[in-house]
């Protein structure tokens, strides 16, 4: 339709023309603006020399003072706001980040512990009441912010409510008679359960 349209604007006026073909002439203005951007090269500020970019001698010495032994463990916010108590500038605070991003050292710069990587307990109940476990549950009442306490004793290997009781607190106290209570109703001693 374009082409249509360029071939007759020499022979007719543009409003004209954009009647007869039902086009607008906002639609042919941005149509040619977009074929004339499209002849340009694009222009990246990648490419391009920033007038105010650090030099890499500037870099390596914000490099060396964020570090250095007094501020290798701190984020680069502290380091700014020390520097500025001493009267020193270097960069901004955005600057600090992506010289050290550009390295690889925006993570956490303290020493941090090695991850622990610890068991996870699995037990393994192979008859009936040889492995227990229990847990407490918080019931809402009507009343907002009320909570009645459910102790729950369960079976692990048939899943089995063993025994269970509500309470308007929740205590070590009350679960060790809790416990105490569910053994000596199945007459089992603590050396043949196995709580968790």
Known sequence: MMTVLNSKLNLLPLSRVC????????????????????????????HSKQPKALIDEEKSIILEVLNSELFVDQPPREVYQRLLENGQYLCSVSTMYRLLGARGETSERRKQRAAQHN??????????????????????????????????????????????????????????QLMEETSDQYEISAGQLTLH
């Open 119 to 176: 068991a996870i307990p699995r037990l393994l109940a192979t008859r009936p009441n040889e492995v227990w476990t229990w847990d407490i549950t918080k019931l809402p009442l009507v009343r907002r912010a009320i909570y009645l306490s459910l102790y729950v004793v369960l079976d692990l290997y048939s899943r089995y409510i063993v025994s269970w009781m509500i309470s308007h607190k929740e205590n070590s106290a009350l679960a060790t």
């Open 19 to 46: 009647r007869a073909l039902c086009l607008n002439r906002s639609t042919v203005y941005a149509h040619r603006r977009k074929a004339i951007n499209d002849e340009e090269p694009k222009r990246s500020r990648l």
